[in-house]
């Protein structure tokens, strides 16, 4: 690590892990440190603290658990049919009895939008809710059979406890800020940051704010691939950066990204965890999505590491976005900026207009994550781990790019 | 006094008789329908705002009970299943009423006041985890 004024090293992470193990380590919040720091400052600060605990808890949409179901007799090889969870549709593109189910995975049957706005009530992160909270779920298997592999239909409750490999894995999770969702236009509108009202009825946010685990390591120094991480209630693993990982947002000059930025991909082993952290939503209108419950721990390795778990609602600030045309046009017009003290005070002005504003995320959930996650380490129940890889950050890092298209024309 | 609000489920038999009609004049009451509905096995349901004098609305409520009708207090009505509530604060900036609000800005709780739901439903499909549910 980059040795720099206020970046000199005051402890390692063997050395908060051996305070772990012996029940002395010094474990705050993401929220408790702010007045720590106030009442000390940062050098003091960092010499007393070990490790500061994040949380968040909101709908992640790329999320997704895959799992081995186990053979049947005779073989059945679900790659290249097709397989139903529940009436919901996973992907059998795989060997024989692996399955990926989607968090926003919809029944072939569901109405979806036709009749708008749609309700939504059950798709691929309910299925995963009850795998989780251990209710059977239905297999259905068309596959086209093969010598080795005869079996061309199944149709089987299954349950978590009877899988061989039950795995969260989450391609884009725990975004490092996000928008704040307004309405423009004449009418309702519903979105993944729920129902907006029209003419700025209300303003939606979505982060976990001053808790929230990037926005307290905005330059990922302490965590990267292979960090253990609370998950769902369990323990997982940082296996990459997420999809759309943007560490270009632009950023104040505490560090912090003013648009969403960051974001992490993660796995963890299903089994352990509960469905009170792993829950399915419906966003009428909109489709199905997975809340998910992350929490991240911080070692404090030095004063500059402490100085960014510092930051309060107030030293962070979002866009305002207009989702009836900005958000879904691609468009790049902000409406302004607001800090998530505004926001969490129930009103902001967007365009001279007072708009009440709802969370998406949950803060009260996310401090019961960094709470749960601080207990473990000081009954020495969850040791810190050392980053095997760092996450792309700085100019190397690869550009967030839309897609060009490049239409093609179909033969007359 | 404080009007009170009701919910009352009428039996099939009764649909086609005005017993609101005659509660409202017999017992000199105001009233205010918010919401009204027939089932399609021909239940009605019927959520009221009554006002006017104590012992009448007592009277009234008798005379409705007399005539087969189930009348409950409307805090029934709503419940928020708290096992399901993940907490967000969606349906805080839908509730016309502030029935559902933010109990405190420092945990972000939300909590709900019985009291002031008038039994609307805004909030029903907008709950991502629909914790919110109607009991009749």
Not at chain 1, 11 to 39: M, Y
Not at chain 1, 176 to 199: C, E, F, R, W
Not at chain 2, 89 to 116: H, N, S
Request: charged share 25%; glycine share 8%.
């Amino acid at each position: 690590m980059a040795k720099t004024t206020s970046g000199e090293g005051i402890r390692t992470i063997e050395e908060i892990n051996e305070k772990i193990k012996s029940g002395k380590a010094v474990v705050v919040t993401a929220e408790e440190i702010i007045e720590i720091v106030k009442k000390k400052g940062t050098a003091a600060a960092a010499r007393e603290v070990d490790v500061v605990t994040t949380g968040t808890f909101g709908p992640m949409c790329s999320s997704g658990a895959y799992f081995n179901f186990g053979h049947t007799r005779p073989k059945i090889k679900a790659g290249g049919g097709k397989a139903y969870l529940n009436g919901v549709p996973a992907y059998a593109g795989w060997a024989a009895v692996d399955l990926y189910v989607g968090a926003t995975a919809s029944p072939d049957d569901d109405p979806r939008n036709k009749i708008h706005p749609g309700e939504f009530a059950y798709g691929g992160a309910h299925v995963i809710e009850d795998l989780v909270a251990g209710k059977d779920v239905r297999l259905q298997v068309e596959a086209y059979g093969t010598d080795c592999y005869p079996r061309k239909h199944l149709d089987s409750l299954i349950n978590i406890k009877d899988l061989n490999e039950a795995v969260l894995f989450n391609s884009r999770n725990a975004y490092q800020n996000y928008n704040v969702a307004v309405n423009l236009s004449d009418k309702t509108i519903y979105t993944y940051l729920g129902t907006l009202k029209p003419k700025l009825g209300n303003a939606n946010y979505c982060s976990a704010g001053q808790l929230s685990p990037l926005l307290n390591d905005p330059y990922y120094k302490t965590l990267g691939i292979g960090t253990r991480i609370w998950l769902g209630g369990g323990i997982g693993y940082i296996v990459w950066q997420g999809t759309q990982h943007n560490p270009h947002a632009p950023r104040l000059a505490n560090g912090v990204t003013k648009r969403p930025a960051g974001t992490l991909a993660l796995i963890g082993d299903l089994k352990q965890m509960s469905p009170k952290w792993i829950k399915g939503v419906s966003f009428v209108g909109y489709g199905v999505s997975l809340n998910v419950g992350i929490g991240i721990p911080i070692p404090i390795l030095n004063e500059e590491i402490l100085k960014h778990t510092a930051i309060a609602d107030e030293d962070i600030v979002a866009a305002v976005v207009d989702y009836s045309d900005a958000y879904p046009n691609g468009k790049p017009e902000v409406l302004g900026e607001v800090n998530y003290k505004q926001v969490k005070s129930g009103e902001i002005e967007v365009k001279g207009k007072k708009v009440p504003t709802a969370g998406i995320s949950s803060y009260r959930r996310a401090l019961e994550i960094a709470n749960d996650l601080k207990e473990q380490i000081k009954k020495g129940e969850f040791l810190l781990t050392q980053k095997v890889a760092d996450l792309p950050v700085g100019d190397s890092a690869p550009k967030f790019k839309p897609l060009k298209e490049r239409p093609v024309k179909e033969d007359k | 006094m404080t009007p009170r609000k009701i919910v009352l489920t009428f039996p099939k038999e009764k649909i086609d008789k005005p017993i609101v009609y005659k509660l409202i004049k017999d017992h000199n009451l105001t009233f205010n329908i918010m919401k009204a509905s027939i089932t399609p096995d021909q239940e009605g349901h019927m959520v009221l705002e009554i006002d006017g004098e104590a012992a009448e609305i007592e009277k009234g409520i008798k005379y409705l009970k007399d005539q087969g009708v189930k009348v409950e207090p409307l805090s029934k009505d709503i419940k928020v299943n708290w096992d399901k509530c993940t907490q967000c604060g969606v349906c805080v900036a839908i509730c016309p009423t502030a029935a559902l609000y933010i109990k405190d800005r420092k945990t972000m709780e939300v909590a709900f006041d019985a009291q002031k739901c008038i039994a609307c439903e805004l909030c029903i499909r907008p709950c991502p985890p629909r914790a919110i549910e109607v009991h009749f």
